[in-house]
């Protein structure tokens, strides 16, 4: 999820490289022309759902890392807060933590990855939780983003969006959509602002991915549902495309075969056993390898990938499709062969900053994908609006941007693109 702003230019790109046996940051440069767009993780349709105060708000937030309040770990109130609203999946997806952890019989409070420790958590807020923390961010206005882990198996999750809605918020949910078709009436109903849904490729592409026979079929037929029965705009539909090794020759396929307002190709995040070695020495929050248990980026041949991201740019669609982050040629080769080297624009952590993270257990943190160790207070105990600045909150965001902004983990994190 990212909030995009275009600037036209030819940029001297240089990329960060961090040593392995030192630390040393070395910087090298490549060229690339054309339309740059940098971003970080926000719903794609948030600039035109906030007021103007929170548009404010949001552009305060991505340049807090670089403003007063900095070295003392200030940041102003976040324009999106992402709530795990519970810590089950029913899908086995094959590029995600939580998917292997559903293979192997792996229960909530149990797992042995920073992902799924995030997502699976022992423990769940209720929905009495949720309210509470609802009503104490409601002056800002900040956009509450339900993502994970499948929110629509949270029993309440259409209480959840009808109080947002009583205070005056904007809602995103992010589904797989396999149980979408049961949720059609009420989302229209209470008027949910944006729905994401996760297809990754044709239907057997996407059913192979996701580990359950008809899955695609499932969430196009409720998608389909749902644009032809709202009033409007609302909610406006995305569908989330993970490239990995089982699908990234499939991109230009797919395009024929999905029905939506906007299209999002992301590439993978993940943290490899190199980038965990020297993460772990050089940081006192510990992380594990992620996303890569079923997943070889190797096998992913970036001139075929390359060939496919090109020919997605030059079909004609009915609706916009764009790539996070967008890569050079060269770039791709860094991003999957290089994990260690860090892009140019994306050297340093945004969510930190500007976007709130809630664990289904009332945990604040960086995001989904931070370390799982780093638990930055609870709002089981105290008020969103209070952690927010509060000392472990202020204390973590200076620990990283002594460290330049990031550690070798958070490389190829969604936070930082």
Known sequence: MDLRVPVSHVAHLGTRTVNGENGEIRLSSISIEGNWESGIMWPRALPRLMSRPTRYLMLSAKRASRGLGAPFGYAP??????????????????????????????QPGQTDSTFSRNLMTNEQLEIKDWVRLIDDVARFKPLIAITSTEPLLYKDIVELI???????????????????????????????????????????????????KGAFEKAMKAIDQVMKRREGEAPLVEINYTICDLNFDRLVETLSCVK?????FSHLNF??????????????????????REVRLEAVDLDRLWSQIQGVKASQTAFPVKFSPELSRQELEVFYRRPLQFLNGH???????????????????????CFDTARLGNIRQQAFTELWNGP?????????????GAFPACSRCCGLF
């Not at 949910?173 to 396999?178: D, K, Q, R, S």
């Not at 969510?351 to 257990?361: K, R, T």
């Not at 472990?392 to 330049?404: C, D, V």
Request: charged share 20%.
């Open 271 to 292: 943290v490899t056993e190199e980038m965990m070695k020297l993460h772990n020495a050089r940081c006192k929050y510990s992380v594990t390898p992620s996303g890569l």
């Open 162 to 212: 009808h109080h947002c809605h009583k205070t005056g918020l904007k809602v995103q949910v992010t589904t797989n959509g396999f149980l979408l078709e049961r949720f059609v009436e009420p989302f229209l109903r209470n008027r949910l602002d944006i729905l994401s849904v996760s297809i990754d490729g044709p239907p057997d592409v996407h059913d192979r991915i996701r580990g359950v």
């Open 347 to 369: 050297m340093r952590c945004n969510a930190i900053w500007s976007a709130g993270q809630i664990l289904a257990d009332g945990s604040l943190t960086g995001s989904t994908r």
């Open 392 to 404: 472990m909150m202020r204390e973590f965001r200076k620990y990283l941007r002594q460290a330049g």
């Open 77 to 106: 109130y976040p324009p999106v807060i992402f709530l795990v609203v519970n810590n089950r999946c029913n899908l086995l997806c094959r590029m995600c933590d939580v998917g292997w952890a559903n293979l192997n019989g792996q």
């Open 260 to 264: 939506c307002d906007r299209l999002m």
